[in-house]
């Protein structure tokens, strides 16, 4: 059984930064791509950044240059550290992962920007 567990979210305030963190079980990460969404109150989800097997990374536009997806394949986690983060960047995070067992998806992790 795949679990992804999403951790680090929090309340911070604009200009400053949060790493978060997807840890998995029942799956090795570094097999698959993992992706960051997230979704604002009344939003749909989007996706935020992502990060292939091979090590290659896509973000959104709206973080480019500030978000960066990384990998430890020792600790079967994926981080997405959020720097410079916007009132605009409030929204609860999710970690997934859609691999041959199916799409998985975490429980969420709440991040709030405070003007």
């Known amino acids: 059984q795949v679990q992804l567990v999403e951790s680090g979210g929090g309340l911070v305030q604009a200009g400053g930064s949060l790493r978060l963190s997807c840890a998995a079980s029942g799956i090795i990460l570094r097999f698959n791509t993992v992706a960051w969404y997230r979704q604002a109150p009344g939003k749909a989800r989007d996706l935020v950044a992502a990060i292939t097997s091979g090590g290659s990374t896509n973000y959104a536009d709206s973080v480019k240059g500030r978000f960066t997806i990384s990998r430890d394949n020792a600790k079967n986690t994926v981080y997405i550290q959020m720097n410079s983060l916007k009132p605009e960047d409030t929204a609860v995070y999710y970690c997934?992962?859609?691999?041959?067992?199916?799409?998985?998806w975490g429980q969420g992790t709440q991040v709030t920007v405070s003007s």
């Open positions: 997934n992962c859609n691999s041959r067992f199916g799409n998985s």
